[in-house]
């Protein structure tokens, strides 16, 4: 598939956490093969796994008839990775400070945070049921 | 990256694990499950060795919070031992290094288990 120039993969999976770990590989492979910076493999990593953990588990409540469906790019200047659900979507600015004291001992809510730290853009549809991830290669 | 290694050894004042590896999504589960195996068996005092571990995502996370709030409501304690700086990151950014107990050194952590007073250990669940 062809958008915007970049030549993007496509995978589709069932709501579970070992396919998930499979296209995240996958994902991680393509970026290692362009040369991508260790820090840059880590935050690519976190960022995706967030992106798929929060699909699986929010969006599509562990139902593993309902399908995650990823596209991806990687090309020497940046990475692109948007990750859908067949969830009902949700408001990401409705989402609690997870660094609020109040809910530090909460063990879930830190996905969209980690995102937003480790990738140079987040962005949501409208819907709320798809992440786009964009991490810049600042070294080029 | 590695899967994910659990080693768990017993002191007189603590619970030791080590993990060794990626605290990764194709991993959820394996350190709840090892914690509870510990809670089990009346032992809430744990350090927990992080100066193997490559990686954690929010899912690994989740999992030091669900161990340090058992603990704490068992009037034990949860310490950490010297994350590796992409991990430590990751307490910085979430803040979590607020939550939980973090120290250079395994000593260190030995020796605050050691100053925790906890009444006799009594398997639960």
Redesign the interface.
Same mark, same amino acid.
């Given at each position: 598939m062809i958008m915007n120039g970049a030549s993007f993969q496509t995978v589709q999976i069932n709501s579970d956490f070992h396919l998930a770990k499979e296209v995240e590989d996958q994902i991680i492979s393509a970026a290692q093969t362009s040369g991508y910076d260790e820090d840059v493999i880590f935050a690519l990593r976190l960022s995706v796994e967030e992106a798929l953990s929060n699909a699986i588990r929010h969006g599509n409540a562990y139902d593993v008839k309902k399908k995650v469906h990823v596209r991806y790019s990687v090309s020497p200047d940046r990475i692109d990775v948007y990750v859908s659900d067949e969830g009902r979507g949700f408001d990401p600015g409705g989402v609690p400070d997870p660094t609020a004291p109040e809910n530090l001992e909460n063990p879930s809510g830190r996905g969209i945070m980690l995102m937003r730290a480790y990738m140079n853009q987040v962005e949501f549809n409208d819907a709320g049921n798809e992440v786009h991830l964009v991490k810049l290669n600042q070294a080029s | 990256?590695n899967r994910l290694a659990i080693t768990t050894s017993q002191t007189p004042n603590a619970t030791i694990m080590e993990l060794a590896g990626s605290a990764? @999504? !194709?991993e959820?589960g394996l350190l709840d499950r090892r914690l509870q195996d510990t809670f089990s068996q009346g032992h809430y005092r744990v350090i927990i060795d992080l100066s193997r571990l490559d990686?954690t995502?929010?899912?690994g996370? !989740?999992?030091l @919070? $669900?161990a340090?709030?058992r603990c704490r409501q068992q009037n034990g304690r949860l310490i950490l031992v010297n994350p590796q700086p992409?991990v430590m990151r990751?307490f910085l950014?979430? $803040?979590?290094n607020?939550?939980f107990r973090i120290v250079d050194r395994l000593d260190d952590a030995l020796q605050a288990c050691q100053e925790t007073k906890t009444p006799p250990a009594k398997p639960s669940d």
């Amino acid at each position: 598939m062809i958008m915007n120039g970049a030549s993007f993969q496509t995978v589709q999976i069932n709501s579970d956490f070992h396919l998930a770990k499979e296209v995240e590989d996958q994902i991680i492979s393509a970026a290692q093969t362009s040369g991508y910076d260790e820090d840059v493999i880590f935050a690519l990593r976190l960022s995706v796994e967030e992106a798929l953990s929060n699909a699986i588990r929010h969006g599509n409540a562990y139902d593993v008839k309902k399908k995650v469906h990823v596209r991806y790019s990687v090309s020497p200047d940046r990475i692109d990775v948007y990750v859908s659900d067949e969830g009902r979507g949700f408001d990401p600015g409705g989402v609690p400070d997870p660094t609020a004291p109040e809910n530090l001992e909460n063990p879930s809510g830190r996905g969209i945070m980690l995102m937003r730290a480790y990738m140079n853009q987040v962005e949501f549809n409208d819907a709320g049921n798809e992440v786009h991830l964009v991490k810049l290669n600042q070294a080029s | 990256m590695n899967r994910l290694a659990i080693t768990t050894s017993q002191t007189p004042n603590a619970t030791i694990m080590e993990l060794a590896g990626s605290a990764d @999504i !194709g991993e959820a589960g394996l350190l709840d499950r090892r914690l509870q195996d510990t809670f089990s068996q009346g032992h809430y005092r744990v350090i927990i060795d992080l100066s193997r571990l490559d990686f954690t995502s929010s899912l690994g996370l !989740g999992s030091l @919070i $669900r161990a340090h709030n058992r603990c704490r409501q068992q009037n034990g304690r949860l310490i950490l031992v010297n994350p590796q700086p992409k991990v430590m990151r990751v307490f910085l950014t979430t $803040r979590l290094n607020d939550l939980f107990r973090i120290v250079d050194r395994l000593d260190d952590a030995l020796q605050a288990c050691q100053e925790t007073k906890t009444p006799p250990a009594k398997p639960s669940d």
